[in-house]
């Protein structure tokens, strides 16, 4: 098996200066390592009884519907304000750079529904933090929060400290 943290490049200065982006586009073209993030992060929550998967943009998109496959589950996008054509909530946040907004489908999360939180990037945990308060209001049990990428530095994990969390890479 490929080794994931090798695959991924730093860019620094984006989306500004002084921060240095993990780009993770080269684990996505290496079918290894595509196949592997998707498995592991599968294996980890396949006896969770998984009922949907929630992906945010943009790169949640990609990872989530795959895992969601996997797991015989449903998927559901979270988006930027805007893109979503039916009933939506949504929830503002604050990123390590600024602040943001997400959208998510009223219908999106039944009750009772078990629900898997999958993203590429754990930074300070805002994003995260705002797509599980979506989900709850829905009525949804966050199963958990996957990650391909950890930044260990920034403690996103506090604010997720309700939830389990799993990443594969951590910096």
């Known amino acids: 098996m490929c080794d994931l943290k090798q695959l991924v490049r730093d860019i620094p200065d984006f989306p500004k200066k002084g921060i240095i982006f993990k780009d993770i586009t080269p684990v996505f073209q290496d079918p290894k390592g ?20 929630v992906g945010a943009e943009a790169r949640g998109f990609i990872l989530a519907p795959t895992v969601a496959f996997n797991l015989g589950a449903g998927f559901v996008p979270v988006r930027k304000p805007g ?38 990037l754990l930074a300070t945990g805002g994003t995260m933090a705002a797509c599980c308060k979506m989900v709850e209001s ?26 389990d969390i799993f990443s594969l890479i951590k910096y």
């Open 34 to 53: 595509l196949r592997k993030t998707v498995a592991m992060i599968s294996d980890h929550y396949k006896d969770k009884k998984i009922d949907i998967v």
């Open 83 to 120: 893109k979503l054509p039916y009933e939506k909530i949504s929830m503002s946040y604050d990123l390590e750079y600024g602040k943001d907004t997400l959208e998510m489908h009223k219908d999106g999360i039944k009750k009772g529904q078990r629900v898997l939180m999958v993203d590429d």
């Open 138 to 163: 829905l009525g949804g049990t966050v199963a958990g929060c996957a990650f391909l990428i950890e930044l260990t530095f920034l403690n996103g994990k506090n604010a997720l400290s309700k939830y």
